[in-house]
Structure formats: C-alpha cells, structure tokens
C-alpha cells in the first residue's frame, strides 16, 4: 500500500472527507458506491465492482433480480438441462 501522506479527521458522525486530489486521480465521483474492506489493522476503500453471484468475476457483470451475475454463468446456466 503506498501512502498518500494525507491526514483526515472523522467527524462526529464517522465520515471523513477524501481529498480532491484523491477523487480526481481513482476517478471517483459524487454519488459512486465505494467499498468498505478491512484487512488487519487496516481499513481500506475502493471503488465498488460488482462481482459475479457464483464465481466472483468481475468481467462483463449484469444486474439481474438485485443479485450481479457475469456472461459466462449465464452462458454454462444455459447449457443446464430444463427438467435439471
């Protein structure tokens, strides 16, 4: 992980504000879902990319039914028989 020498406080209701400078190079906009992990000790964002339901891909990934699910599922789920 390389740091990006900035500190922030948090704030009374646990929101910390992320740099411009932050925003602007992730590509990260009002408004875009941002992923919570923590790993150790440490907490670390991410932009969102939903993952495939079944395989956790993240290539060519669709919303289906609230639930994401990538082309190549869908695809082997085809070849499932119907009385399966």
Do not use: W
Request: hydrophobic content about 35%.
């Amino acid at each position: 992980m390389k740091p990006a020498g900035v500190v922030r406080k948090v704030d009374q209701l646990g929101r910390i504000v992320l740099p411009k400078s932050l925003r602007k190079r992730y590509q990260m906009n009002e408004g875009d879902p941002v992923e919570i992990l923590v790993q150790g000790d440490h907490i670390i964002l991410e932009r969102y990319r939903p993952k495939c339901v079944f395989c956790g891909s993240m290539e060519e990934v669709s919303e289906f039914k609230e639930r994401y699910i990538c082309a190549q599922c869908v695809t082997e789920m085809n070849l499932i028989p119907k009385n399966a």
